[in-house]
């Protein structure tokens, strides 16, 4: 199913249950397509599955709420499913959510969050895999978050961001399994980052080959070091727990 020119909005709006499987979304990024809302939207209380077979990719997000999916409902990725190389100018290049997201399998690859406001006179963008923000929780067992990208000089969560300002809270990240590999922010937290009201439990899984960019320096930003942790970064205040989980040949500039 591919998005029509002309047309800039969901695709498929969500209100129930809904469960996608060998099908493929696709937003028409590569034909010039320039939409203004996620291909998908999950409304609160209502529920997604993305199952065998099912692609979500290639949709250009000029606004806010996710390059794929934006989502206030439960979300569930699942073996077989993909949300590839998708956009969005603000936060969760491939998934956005204020919600339940669930990850048992399957692959977010590819995707990109890209600059957009500026903080302390940085441009900055927020989940370049997936956002969850407010008060909204994820759960990975198993699949692989890779390749996706948070630019800005204070890019933040190539992987996941755990919200989108300083002044979110709320936000879980529970992972047991399943695997970060290969993902970029300009700013901190290549595979995974998280804001001060954020908390993270890791008792399994791999981390692996991530990285950060960063390069404005603690003088530029007031004496305060934002920059750092090719795999994993927590800001100040925020809550991370680790068990039984391989962090292995990320990179930082930052530290």
């Known amino acids: 199913v591919m998005r029509a020119q002309g047309f800039t909005g969901a695709m498929v709006q969500v209100t129930g249950a809904?469960?996608?499987?060998?099908?493929?979304?696709?937003?028409?990024?590569?034909?010039?397509?320039?939409?203004?809302?996620?291909?998908?939207?999950?409304?609160?209380g209502a529920s997604l599955t993305v199952g065998s077979g099912a692609v979500l990719e290639n949709n250009r997000n000029t606004s806010t709420g996710g390059g794929a999916v934006g989502s206030a409902g439960t979300r569930y990725l699942r073996e077989g499913g993909v949300i590839r190389n998708n956009f969005s100018a603000k936060s969760g290049g491939g998934v956005y959510s204020t919600g339940k997201?669930?990850?048992?399998?399957g692959e977010v690859s590819g995707n990109m969050a890209t600059r957009w406001e500026q903080q302390n006179d940085h441009?900055?963008?927020?989940?370049?895999?997936?956002c969850v923000d407010k008060t909204g929780s994820m759960t990975m067992t198993g699949?692989?978050?890779?390749?996706?990208?948070s630019r800005g000089s204070m890019g933040f969560g190539g992987g996941i961001a755990l919200g989108s300002t300083g002044e979110s809270k709320g936000m879980t990240l529970t992972m047991t399994g399943g695997t970060f590999e290969g993902n970029i922010a300009a700013g901190n937290g290549g595979g995974i980052a998280g804001w001060t009201g954020g908390s993270a439990k890791i008792t399994g899984g791999t981390i692996s080959g991530n990285q950060c960019n960063a390069y404005v320096t603690s003088t530029q930003m007031n004496g305060d070091l934002y920059f750092g942790g090719g795999g994993i970064y927590v800001n100040k205040g925020g809550v991370l727990t680790l068990k039984n989980v391989e962090i292995a040949s990320n990179k930082a500039k930052g530290g």
């Open 101 to 105: 997201i669930v990850m048992t399998g």
């Open 18 to 44: 809904l469960t996608l499987e060998d099908i493929t979304l696709d937003g028409g990024d590569e034909t010039g397509i320039r939409a203004s809302a996620p291909m998908v939207t999950v409304a609160e």
């Open 123 to 130: 441009p900055t963008s927020t989940g370049g895999g997936i």
């Open 143 to 149: 699949g692989v978050i890779r390749g996706n990208v």
